[in-house]
């Protein structure tokens, strides 16, 4: 008799109990918050890597012509925020920073904007154009001024490209018999 009731009470519990359910809901809903956080982390790191690829890119290109600008002038002169720059040609090229700290490589053809080429770089905070004078060469520089991230402590970077002038647009301000 004995193994028939204990027989019957296995039998008659074919369910889940509400305690098992609410312990099964937990560890899915544990399962599910942890997926959550991953997938956030993970986009945001993918954010962050496209972006940072993107002012990789920009940077070059702007280094590549900045410097290829600076290397056919035959005259520099920096106004404040605008760099000039007089090439060979009939054509002036300007460096342009505005109030935001945004650039822009500015063609001039007698007086006017002819082409305007602006530089977005992904995770700029701003730009600065400045003439410097190394070892008796003359150099035009180039700071961009990058944040990574701005709800993170990452400190300010500064990216600089510097670009030696010619040795005619160079020549201008040395002093007579003095080395190239």
Excluded: N
């Excluded at 690829?53 to 600076?70: C, H, K, P």
């Excluded at 056919?72 to 109030?99: F, I, K, M, N, S």
Aim: hydrophobic share 45%; glycine share 8%; charged share 30%.
């Amino acid at each position: 008799m004995r193994a028939s009731a204990s027989h019957r009470a296995s039998a008659s519990r074919r369910g889940v109990t509400l305690v098992e359910l609410a312990v099964l809901l937990a560890a899915v809903a544990v399962m599910l918050g942890l997926g959550v956080m991953v997938l956030g982390l993970t986009m945001r790191l993918e954010a962050d890597g496209r972006a940072a690829f993107e002012r990789s890119e920009t940077l070059g290109r702007l280094a590549r012509r900045f410097r290829s600008d600076v290397h056919d002038a035959r005259g520099l002169a920096l106004d404040g925020r605008v760099l000039r720059l007089e090439p060979h040609t009939g054509r002036g090229v300007e460096y342009r920073v505005d109030e935001r700290g945004d650039l822009a490589r500015v063609v001039v053809e007698e007086g006017k904007d002819a082409a305007r080429e602006p530089y977005r770089i992904p995770q700029a905070i701003g730009a600065r154009l400045e003439l410097r004078e190394i070892d008796g060469r003359r150099f035009a520089a180039l700071a961009v001024d990058v944040q990574p991230r701005p709800d993170r402590l990452d400190p300010v970077r500064t990216v600089e490209i510097l670009a030696l002038a010619a040795p005619a647009a160079a020549s201008a301000t040395q002093p007579e018999g003095a080395k190239p």
